[in-house]
């Protein structure tokens, strides 16, 4: 049996505590994980019951080995680099072990490891300010009742000083700690802001899965831009002291957010002055084969003057593995020969963390420059 390094660090964006020693022995046994300086990851459960272990990456398996008789499984996995979501899986069902990371994705707790990408280390803690990310309540006028909100505040916030506004927003099934805790977005802001590399902002992170049970059939309606509009920003304006022009006023989101930053900005281009798509979807990406689904978000793309006017930075990006790239690429030959001033941009991942970790990293230095 491989001794986990109790001294190795501990990912500080979990969802559990992890003491300083491993496991407890009189109860589970040793059990945790390392990576290792190649970038492997060594793992180590106890599942007295089970017959197989696996790690699922989305249908990549990887087996670990029993190693003793009181259900001791261990492996010593190249799963890649960056946010690695993964399933933990004893004889074929999905567990969760408080002993290895816990993430939120998927509807659901998700296990992941977070190996570092060489040469990325602009979301490092060492050696500059952080700033804060509050949690606040806020009571809807859409929903009747309250939604949370996380704010980011720069290192050096003064309450007495004005600041421009980011409303950033998740994917599908997940909230809004995912730009927090595995987006890294304050982190991220930190190193930029101690480079001088971006401008300071306020960043505003709301729960994009808002739903009311309003449409017939009492399936829910997805109400994320009602409450962004009608309450989320007020509340920004009236409790911190930000500018209130568009100009000042920047969204952008991945995935699911993505397209609710494209309806929102390019629909209300009087509120906005810029705009990003990560993982970004410019036209909604799914409907029935033939059935053309009404976007009156994009009137505005018939006008490139009108466009170019509103929009200082409109940024799309996507990594090249992204299983929708189908409609990252359709979205170009959509805008192709529209005079349209976009800036696009990919990078190499799927739809993930990874990738949308460089998407912020890129957009932040873009938005509110004169």
Not at 47 to 56: L, Q, Y
Not at 172 to 195: C, F, M, S
Request: hydrophobic residues 35%; charged residues 25%; glycine residues 12%.
């Amino acid at each position: 049996m491989k001794e986990i390094n109790a001294r190795s660090p501990w990912p500080l964006d979990t969802t559990v505590c992890f003491d300083r020693v491993l496991g407890e022995v009189n109860r589970e046994g040793m059990q945790g994980y390392e990576i290792l300086p190649d970038g492997k990851v060594h793992v180590r459960v106890v599942a007295p019951n089970a017959k197989e272990v696996v790690i699922d990456r989305w249908g990549t398996t990887f087996t670990f080995e029993k190693v003793d008789d009181k259900g001791g499984f261990e492996g010593t996995f190249d799963m890649g680099t960056g946010f690695l979501y993964f399933f933990l899986k004893y004889d074929g069902n999905d567990v969760m072990n408080p002993c290895l990371p816990i993430g939120y994705g998927c509807c659901r707790p998700m296990h992941f490891f977070d190996v570092p990408v060489p040469g990325e280390d602009w979301d490092g803690l060492e050696g500059v300010e952080h700033g804060a990310v509050s949690r606040q309540y806020v009571y809807s006028s859409v929903t009747g009742k309250h939604e949370i909100m996380l704010v980011y505040t720069p290192p050096k916030f003064d309450p007495a000083k004005k600041y421009p506004v980011l409303y950033l927003q998740h994917g599908y099934g997940e909230n809004e700690t995912g730009w927090v805790y595995q987006g890294h977005v304050g982190r991220i802001a930190d190193n930029l802001l101690a480079k001088g590399e971006m401008k300071e902002m306020i960043i505003v992170m709301g729960n994009g899965m808002t739903q009311t049970d309003e449409q017939p059939g009492g399936f829910p309606r997805f109400t994320f831009i009602d409450v962004l509009l009608k309450d989320f920003i007020p509340y920004v304006e009236s409790h911190y002291n930000v500018y209130t022009d568009k100009w000042h006023r920047a969204m952008a989101g991945l995935s699911m957010g993505s397209m609710q930053t494209s309806i929102t900005t390019l629909t209300n281009p009087n509120l906005f002055g810029y705009a990003g798509l990560f993982s970004g979807f410019l036209r909604m990406p799914f409907g029935a084969p033939g059935q053309e689904i009404p976007q009156p978000h994009l009137e505005i793309l018939k006008d490139p003057d009108k466009f170019n006017k509103e929009f200082k930075v409109f940024y799309r990006a996507m990594g090249t593995e992204d299983q929708y790239f189908n409609a990252f690429d359709g979205d170009d030959k959509f805008l192709e020969g529209k005079g349209l001033n976009m800036i696009r941009e990919t990078y190499p991942g799927g739809h993930d963390w990874t990738v949308w970790r460089r998407c912020i990293h890129s957009f932040l230095p873009k938005i509110f420059r004169e």
